[in-house]
Structures are given as C-alpha cells and as structure tokens.
C-alpha cells in the first residue's frame, strides 16, 4: 500500500463522494489513468481514501453515468473515456500491451506485496533485511556536511569506477579482513543488487548457469535471470555448501559463476568454517569456476569475527568479492563496492556508465568520511551490542512460543533465524494469513520454491514488543494451519 | 587515464625501477592482474607512474627474468605466471572471455575514450554535456544538511516509485510548465540515463524499434540497442522532427516509441516551435505512437522559455516525460524523475526496485530540498546569466575564427552549438587528432553515424580562456585536415 497522492477532506462543505468523484475524474482527464486501464477496487479505493466504500461507491457511480469509467463483470472496471479521445480522434497507446512485453521479468508477485507492504505503518515485520531506522545515525550523516572534511564534495560526474577516494578508503577498511587490492580493481556501485546485475549483463552469456547455497537469497530477486540465465541451487550441509559436490555438477550444468554468502548466510543465518572455505577456494581453483562472494553482512559479528573472507586467500583472480554500506550504515545511501580482477572491474565499470553514470556523489561523499574518520568503527561497535540484544529477544521468544512448532539454530552475526517448521504447510497460504493479520513474513519458499517449511525471521527490525506480538500471533496462525 | 593506484616514491633510497617491480609484482600476486591478462603498454606505464619509459623497461625485465611477465611480438605483454599458479595446480577463470561474452553491448570505444579522457587534468573539454563544477553550488549543498528542513532525512529504503516528499515537490514544480500529474505517476530515477534503462527493458519488445531525431544524443548511448532494439533517425527540418513523415515510417517500421528532445535538442541546441509540437502530438495519437519527451534542458532557456512541455498538452497518457537535476544542480546527485501513466510508472518502479532498490535518499533529501525551498529558483536564475555568457562568448570566438569553416546557429538555451563544417572530414581522424592536441571533441558520428561534417561544441564547461584556446587549435587542425 503506497501513500495516496491524496485524502479527502472532511472539513469541506464538498461532500465526500462528490471530491473523490473530482479527484478520479482529474487522474482520468491527465492521462495518469489511460483509457482502458483498469482502475483499482472499491476495497482499496476505500482504504486508500479511508471512507466508507459506499461513498467510493457512489463516486464510482456518477463517473460511470458520465461515461468516464465501465466495469465488465468478473473482470473489474476500466477507464472507458476521457471526452479527450472523442475529440481528438486519436486514442492512448495500448500500455497493457507494452507493460507485459518488456523484456525483464515483473518480480514474484509475493515480492511486489512484500515491497508494497513494507510502507503499511500499520505492519509488523518480521522479515525485512533491513535494519530498524532507530538503529541507523540520521542525525551524525547530516552532522558529516557541517564539518571540514579531509573529503571534497563534488556534484560532477565521478570516473567511470566511483569517486577515488572512496576506493581508497575501502582499500584500507578491506585491508583489515586481510583482503588486498587497490582502487583500480574496485569498482563502487548502488548497493549490492546492482552488483550482480552488472555481473549478469557484463559477464555471462545467455544461458549459463549460475551455482547458488540452496536456499538462497538469489532466488529471491530476478537479476541473473531477467539476463537469461538460469539458476542452481547446490545442497547445504551443516558445513555450508557441500564442496563435494561441485566438480560433477560443475560438468554437467556448465556452471559459469558460483553465488555465495559465506558469512551470516541469508537466509539460513549459517557461517562457513574456515576449512570449508578452503576446500572450496582449491575446488573452484581447479574448476576454474569463479566466486562471487556476498559479504554484506561479515561486519555485523556478535561474540567473533568470522573466518577471512574467501577474497582474503584469493592469490589468482578467482573471487569477485561483494560489500556494502546497506546492511550497516543504511540502505537509503545505495553504496556498495565490488571487487575483482582489474579487467573485470574495467568492463564493469563500462556497463556501470551506461545504466546510471554512476553512483550519487553525496553517498560517495559521506561513505569515504564515514569510513576514513573512524566514525564507521564506532558505529559498527555499537550496532552489534544492539544487534546481538534484538537476536537474543527474538531467541527467547522463540524458546518460550515455539517449542514443538519449529526448531532453529543461533546465528552467530547478522539479521536471520532460519525457522524450520515441524510440519509442511502452504507457504502461500501463511504468508497471506499473516499479512491478514497485520504480520509480515518471508516464507521460504522463495529462497527455494520447492521449500514448505521454513520462515525467515529477521531481528534487525520490528522492537522487542512488536516482535513479540508479531511472533506469537505467528505461531498461531502455524498453529492453525497444522491442525487442519 | 584514471588516477593510477600509486605513485613511486621519488624521496626513497629505494630505485624507482625497484619499487615498480615491487608494485606491479603485487597487482600479479593479489590476482588483480590474473595470468594470462595484457598489462598496459610501457608507454602507457610510465606516463601513468611519471618515470622514463627506460624506468618501466628495466621493471618489467626483472618481471619477465622471475617468470612473472612474458611477451609476445605483436600481441603485447601478458601476466605469465604468479607462483601461486604453481603451487595449487589451480588456474584462474579464463575472465577474457567472460568479459567478451556478456550480454551487454561495451560503449562505442570512442564514447569509452571520452569518458575515460574527461578526467585527464590537462585537457581542455570542448564536447562535454556537463556543466563547469564553478558553475554547481557545492557549499550551498552541504548547508542544506545543517538547517532544519521541512524534508526529513531517512537512511532506510524508500517507497518503489521514490521519496514521497520528493515526488510531491516534482509535482509542484512540473504544475508551473502546466504539466498537472500527482506523485502515483511519478517515478525518481538516478538520472535520465536510467529511465531509458527501465523504459528499455521494462516497456519494449525485443526487435522493435524506437523513433528519435537524427542526429539525436541517444544514438551515442548503447541502451536501446543492448536491450535489443532497434534505433531509427527520422529527419529534422528547419521546425525539428519531420512529423509529415511518421505516419508512412511508423507503418514501415513497427515503431513502438519515439524518442524527442524538444527543447534544446542534443546536440543540434534546436528548440521545436510551439505549432511543430502540437503537430507532432496529434500525428502521435492517430498513430498511437508514445512519445518519450527529454525535457532535461528545459530550465535552461536564455532569453526567454521554451514552449510547454509536449507533457502539458498531453490529456491522454501518450507521452513519458522525463526531467533531471543532471544538468541544472549537478549530475553527482543522479536524481531524475519520470512521469506517465500510472501503470506504466508502477512496472518501471518494480524493475528499478530489481535494479538498484532505488536511488539515494541523500540525493532525494536534497533534491526535494532544493526544489521545495526555492532555492533551485534562485540557483536556476543564476545560472541562466552565467551559462548565457558562456554562449556569447562562444559565438563570438567562433565568429572570429570560424567565418569560413563552419556554420551555426545561435541556440536559445540549453548547452550546444552544432558546428557544420563546410568540408567533411573523418570525424574520427579528427577526433584524435584534437585529442594528441589537449583537446576533447564530441564528433558529430557518434550521433549520427554516417555525420562527418559536424561537431557539437558545448560551452558549459571550459571557461572563456580555455574555449577561446581550444576553438583556434581546433579550428587549425581543421584547416590542416581539410587542405589535404
């Protein structure tokens, strides 16, 4: 549910009905809503306006009577007219046609609803990858502008790679998780997303097969997808990613790249030991397979640090290695850098310019401070006590309402407790069931479409009472769906 | 030439063709050069490092004498081995050919020289579609952060279609040039650039093709193509676009779009009178042919504004409207909008949310800053003067030393002169050679392929000394270039 574009107001001699019949008619007359666009339900008119549907009905009404809109039963109601066609002659483009023939794939539909709902003020959500606005410093970003920083701000166009001085600074901070590399193979992108789709459109053929933990994240999004590729998602065992595996696999799926979060895994919240990591740097060393490696949540370590990234035992060019601000200062910066062999930072860089001429120079501005000044140290030390505390409010809660329900490991950093559900149930269904209930959930099932039994749940966001209510209110709509 | 990684240190007891070696050995051993990747020509090398070529000579024998480096004739020197090769028995990818098989057309190698050659310090930058950072109000951006707004700053993710105090400041603003939408049917983008991206691969089928003015700016970007669409140039007249022509083209064509700059046109700086859009709309409608306007110069109007928007007289959702910060406040900000039809609009915000999960919300606070508090008002009347300025003075160099060698008009507003030159020449021949000279051109090929008569000089950028200094050498160099 978005934010309307507008509310009726209630202290206008104008009634109700007549102002949403002016507001309707005006969107139709603008060509907002097209001739034959079909225009949302009574029920979320109604919401949406917060009045009674009988008034949206009524308003409905009359602009039907003035030949503006006509419903078709079973069907819905479309926008028949907008007195402009009659005189021009001339009629809308056929948009439906033109939004389903695009070439990229809509997102799942459970993502869509996934997105809308989030801005629901009304929801608790006990899913979301992303951290609490309470935990983000607002306040110290605006305060970076005021100072005299060792950084220039400038509103030009960076270099086809990102500012140089932010690359510098993730230099350094790299350094420190045993990773080197210098600013010429780092290239700085909006955020992680947009990392692998220009791995997916500057790497890969059509077609090519993409490894992947199964479940995993990547399923979840369409980028490799949407590019033609197809996806594969390799086993997990209690390790992680079963290595063994590869080299048979490897053969007979033509894999092109392997996909892994090796660190706080998303969703399972499962850490690679180190010696895993090492079998298979030396098994995709020898299949000349190369890594991508999803970092994104390696900072937010609880009682230690993760194993090195597998970046940090890359000596050949293997791993192109993922990071980001996103997960840690705040997704709203879009900041995050990609690192690899220097002619594949080139190459990347080339398509980078030629979707969005680079990443916004007031997140690269701050990102380079916040990293440079120590202010980022200082505020991952904290962010991981507040962190840890919501983890152990979520595990608690879990104790007390979930045992015979689901059973589930601790995770040692990151945003998530892979739930695994005593019984099967349909994904689909609980995932609706929850949002009835004001409850917002990323069911399994599209992190592995076959899976029927696991939730993600995720303690970086909802307050300790909001979980509570939220996860109690859960294991009763479980609770329900097993029974039957 | 980007900034090279590093420097040798000239204050060192250690020779500089030591600490080369040592330099280079590292990218080897790192893996950001794999085996079997080109290294940059010696040349290349030592200007980037600032020694004699001798210095690099002597580096790289020590390389190839420890089996690091090898050459062969002809084909330039390649990473041969890293040691680590050796001991794992492993290899890296073979990322060559992962670069080569991406999806993705690369950018023309001339757009990826301009690009590329903009950060040169010493060049003098005739072709650039930027303004001059003096021109871009650096501090005044960083004081916005220290006041207390109406605007709220949020680190979190926004809403699909953009912050919502944001696309309500568009809206007001887009009312004054009569443009009435509301922020449903508006989308933020990360620039123009991207909503082409989105456009591409959200609205338009594989094979179709998209109608633009010829010459048009979109011919020099790849991102229709890489999409897998087709371009076609229809004619300009003394009025811009032929509109007598589309209706026999479109039928001939399958057009599924045309793409228009209507007010200070890229790169001719033609602006379409108001009859010629009225024309051009109605023939649009019959045709049921969307329009794609570009109206990103619009606030730049000298003497007086442009026409309204085709937007404005748009009643039926035929025209995508699109509009940017890029070349007013700064083109660091990446903040565009779209306007259109709200289905259209909800399509494109699911694929940006696929693409890059929105754009950065320091931009948006800042933008709808700008916007809301009238300081974009003021700022805009500025730069009028200033970028005004720059024009006459532009003229009046061209008419002391181009009377003879080229036509032109005088543009009302916006960036561009479109230099015809009397003789054609080979625009690439030139554009080199202009290059060797300090000298950055857009030539007019790369928007019109089979162009070799004009150049697009844009004023924004070089200040009077620098145009007047690189507008004699370039016209000598055409002189030079036309008498053979």
């Given at each position: ?194 990392a692998l789709q220009l791995i997916s459109l500057g790497l890969l053929q059509k077609g090519s097969v993409v490894f992947h933990e199964?479940?995993s994240?990547v399923t979840?999004?369409?980028v490799f997808q949407s590019a033609g590729m197809n996806l594969f998602g390799v ?6 990613l079963?290595?063994?595996l590869l080299p048979k696999i490897k053969r007979q799926h033509h894999a092109a790249l392997l996909y892994t ?19 298979l740097?030396?098994v995709c060393s020898h299949e000349r397979l190369p890594i991508l490696e999803d ?21 050949q060019g293997l791993v192109l290695y993922m ?15 990609l690192?690899g062999p220097?002619q594949v930072?080139?190459r990347l860089?080339?398509i ?133």
């Open positions: 549910m978005h934010q309307p574009d507008w509310k009726p107001n209630r202290s206008s001699q104008n009634p109700l009905h007549l102002q949403i019949y002016e507001y309707l008619k005006q969107k139709i007359l603008n060509g907002e809503w097209t001739v034959g666009a079909k225009i949302p339900p009574q029920r979320i008119l109604a919401q949406q306006l917060n009045v009674n549907r009988s008034t949206v009905v009524t308003a409905l009404e009359d602009l039907a009577a003035d030949g503006f809109i006509s419903s078709k039963v079973g069907y819905g109601t479309f926008v028949a007219n907008n007195t402009w066609s009659i005189i021009s002659s001339g009629a809308a483009p056929d948009w439906k046609t033109y939004v389903e023939s695009g070439v990229h794939e809509s997102n799942q539909s459970i993502i869509q609803e996934i997105n809308r709902s989030e801005f629901r003020p009304d929801i608790i959500r006990l899913g979301t990858g992303e951290l609490s606005p309470k935990f983000l410093p607002t306040e110290k970003m605006k305060g970076i502008f005021q100072q005299n920083t060792a950084q220039e701000l400038s509103l030009s166009y960076t270099e086809p790679k990102g500012s140089y001085s932010l690359r510098t600074a993730i230099c350094d901070y790299l350094k420190r998780k045993g990773i080197e590399t210098s600013p010429s193979s780092v290239l700085i992108v909006s955020g992680g997303l947009q199964s479940p994240y979840s999004i369409h086993p997990m065992g209690e390790e992680g079963k290595t063994e979060i090796p660190s706080f895994h998303n969703p399972t919240g499962h850490t690679m030991p180190e010696q895993r990591r090492k079998e740097l030396q970092d994104v949540y390696g900072d937010l370590w609880f009682e230690e640090p993760p194993p090195e990234p597998l970046k940090a035992n890359d000596r990071g980001s601000l996103s997960k840690t200062l705040g997704p709203g910066l879009r900041i995050g850098w690192v220097e930072i080139d860089a080339d980078k310019m030629q979707t969005d001429y680079g990443s916004s120079t007031l997140s690269q501005f701050a990102a380079a401070h916040w990293l440079q000044s120590g202010l980022y140290d200082e505020h991952i030390f904290q962010l991981r006590k507040k962190l840890m505390f919501q983890r152990d409010t979520a595990l608690q809660i879990l104790e007390k309402y979930y045992r015979g329900i689901a059973t589930w490991k601790t995770p040692a950093g990151g945003f998530y407790i892979w739930l695994k559900l005593q019984e099967a149930i349909s994904m689909d269904k609980l995932f609706k069931r929850a949002l009835k209930a004001g409850i917002l959930i990323n069911p399994g099932n599209i992190y592995d479409h076959k899976d029927s039994s696991h939730i993600r749940i995720s303690y970086s966001y909802a307050e300790p009472a909001q979980l509570e209510k939220g996860l109690i209110r859960l294991a009763e709509i479980i609770g329900e769906m097993s029974s039957r």
